[in-house]
């Protein structure tokens, strides 16, 4: 199975299996000198792992991660850092009964079609227990950030589950305060009682997750091929369960006049540009304003319930399914984390080539 990588400079390649005895990712281009530790990783992974909330699965994993190369005195040497974490909690039982089954919504179909083989233990490689690899490259690649460009913050939320958007004034010191990441206590407690009503009737939900990446510098990002949405796009629309990404105004821009969709510019006091508003979400032309930059991604209901549903056998039978086993009833709440991790890969890996191409942007204004 090929194209396990993501990044130009800054290249991730994750590995392992849902029910496998570890997984991890072996991340190349990293700068020497970066400060790193595996508690400085663990930080981010604790915020991903299963089993924080009744609100996602019940599986028990420490998701300890250990540093195996490319780190020496607590500092990055410019080798390739390998990162490990053991599976401790799998019940590969769980998933006996589906071993001839597909399961609908899931990858089983499509790997069984293209591979003739396939790890029904949770769905090997598509399981979204890959995405805790993506996390602790994620934090090595915010601590490089750190270095290179420490103003640089990513945070992300939900701003819908199912057919509840977010109400009321965004209080961002609500994210932490609740299980959802929504920043509105509000909102916090209509999602619970939703939530807690599709998770004792078995059933699951979607949910839209929003990342913002502050103080961004101006110039990340090239022309055509090269542009930072398409990579923003490519990497959140590779995590599990994705089906929609949006930059800025997204699909919303289509809506609007050319009058009210233009961020006007203006000079500010600092004789820095100013824009008047975000539609663009922070990129145009595929190069970075120094806006925010704004990315959204949608997630699909979770396939693995505890309703029947029917589908067919490897030797093309009918027959009735029910998911057992532990799952999330709304993936998007433990996709908070991986969104991030992602946003963080990518903009690493356009600052080092922005870096590597132009070093300090060239043109002045004023």
């Known amino acids: 199975m090929s194209l396990n990588t993501f990044g130009h400079l800054f290249r991730v390649t994750t590995w392992g299996e849902s029910h496998g005895p570890a997984l991890g990712a072996t991340v190349d281009g990293v700068p020497p000198g970066v400060a790193i530790d595996e508690e400085m990783i663990q930080v981010w992974l604790d915020k ?25 005195e607590g500092q990055t040497t410019g080798t390739p850092v390998q990162l490990m974490i053991e599976n401790t909690d799998q019940r590969s039982k769980d998933y006996g009964d589906i071993a001839e089954k597909f399961r609908p919504g899931h990858a089983d179909i499509t790997y069984w079609q293209k591979y003739g083989i396939r790890d029904y233990r949770g769905g090997g490689r598509s399981s979204a227990r890959e995405t805790a690899a993506r996390v602790a ?13 420490p103003g640089i913050e990513i945070q992300g939320y939900m701003t819908q589950m199912g057919p509840h958007a977010i109400t009321g004034e965004r209080d961002m010191s609500q994210i932490d305060q609740n299980p959802f990441w929504v920043p509105s206590a509000e909102t916090a407690d ?27 510098p101006p110039g990340l990002g090239a022309p055509v091929y090269g542009k930072l949405d398409t990579d923003l796009a490519a990497a959140m629309m590779s995590i599990n369960a994705v089906k929609g990404v949006e930059i800025g105004e997204g699909m919303a821009a289509a809506m609007l006049t050319g009058e009210d969709n ?7 006091n600092d004789g820095k540009p100013v824009f008047s508003s975000n539609h663009a979400g922070g990129i145009l ?65 356009h600052l080092l080539l922005h870096r590597g191409q132009i070093g300090a942007n060239r043109g002045k204004i004023g």
């Not at 949910?207 to 990446?213: D, L, P, S």
């Open 48 to 72: 991903r792992k299963p089993g924080t909330s009744k609100y996602t699965t019940q599986r028990k994993e420490p998701d300890q991660v250990r540093i195996l190369s490319g780190v020496f």
């Open 262 to 268: 233009a961020d006007e510019i203006f000079m500010g």
């Open 285 to 349: 032309g595929g190069i970075s304003t120094g806006q925010d930059v704004v990315v959204r991604f949608a997630v699909k209901p979770t396939s693995s319930i505890l309703k029947p549903r029917q589908t067919i056998t490897k030797s093309g039978e009918s027959a009735e399914i029910i998911t057992k086993g532990r799952h999330d009833p709304c993936v998007g709440i433990r996709a908070v984390p991986v969104g991030e991790a992602m946003m963080a890969s990518v903009i690493l890996d």
């Open 190 to 216: 209509t999602w619970a009682n939703y939530l807690e009503s599709l998770r004792k009737s078995g059933n699951s939900v979607g949910a839209i997750i929003e990342v913002v990446a502050r103080n961004v």
């Open 137 to 149: 490259a994620g934090g090595l690649a915010r601590a490089a950030l750190n270095t290179l460009a």
